[in-house]
């Protein structure tokens, strides 16, 4: 087992998708510090209950591991970086947060490809690009529909469910996928129910 420092939040990091941050509170920009002075690497867990700063949250198992690609501090103390997800792991326990989070974690087996699965991932990417542009006139934090992607099959489907429009909860059962047709059948099926609700959330102005 591996002990990572750990960094809990309202969000989840999925394998081969960015993770920008801006960091202030003292206990992270301790843990920065450690981790700059290290492999770079931190895990990223959702919360399940509470809040990213203060402490006293309760957070999910699954999480994924953080490696650092860009750092930058600014005049007022703060840590803006730029991380990026890799591989998933599964909390064995919780550490003493003195001085931050951390944990002891197991790796999740990484998921395989099949070639056959290729008219899979194109019809998911279909899917998940015409949300995002259907989706853009409502909402303004949503990826481009053309944002390029990896190559890579496997983190490509990673990306894929990262970039759909879904919630913190939806995108957390994705993590749990235990197979690249599983990840894409479910972001699919989860993209298409998010479209299908837009008329529920923005209904037309009856006037």
Not at 117 to 138: F, G, I, K, N, P
Request: negative net charge; aromatic residues 6%.
């Amino acid at each position: 087992m591996d002990v990572l420092p750990m960094f809990p939040l309202g969000a989840v990091l999925l394998p081969g998708s960015p993770l920008p941050l801006q960091v202030f509170e003292p206990r992270y920009l301790a843990m920065l510090r450690d981790v700059a002075a290290g492999d770079g690497r931190f895990g990223v867990v959702l919360i399940e209950r509470g809040f990213e700063v203060g402490g006293g949250d309760q957070r999910f198992s699954i999480g994924t591991v953080a490696a650092i690609e860009q750092v930058s501090p600014t005049p007022d103390g703060r840590i803006r970086l730029l991380a990026r997800g890799g591989e998933r792991f599964e909390v064995v326990g919780w550490l003493d947060d003195d001085p931050y989070p951390r944990a002891e974690v197991r790796p999740v087996p990484q998921l395989t490809w099949d070639v056959g699965q290729s008219s899979q991932l194109d019809a998911t990417e279909r899917v998940v690009r015409r949300a995002l542009a259907v989706m853009s006139e409502y909402r303004a934090d949503l990826w481009p529909a053309d944002v390029p992607l990896s190559e890579d099959p496997v983190t490509k489907s990673w990306q894929l469910a990262g970039i759909a429009p879904l919630g913190a909860p939806d995108q957390l059962a994705l993590l749990r996928s235990s197979s690249v047709g599983e990840l894409l059948n479910r972001t699919g099926q989860l993209t298409t129910e998010a479209v299908d609700l837009l008329p529920l959330q923005f209904p037309d102005d009856p006037a």
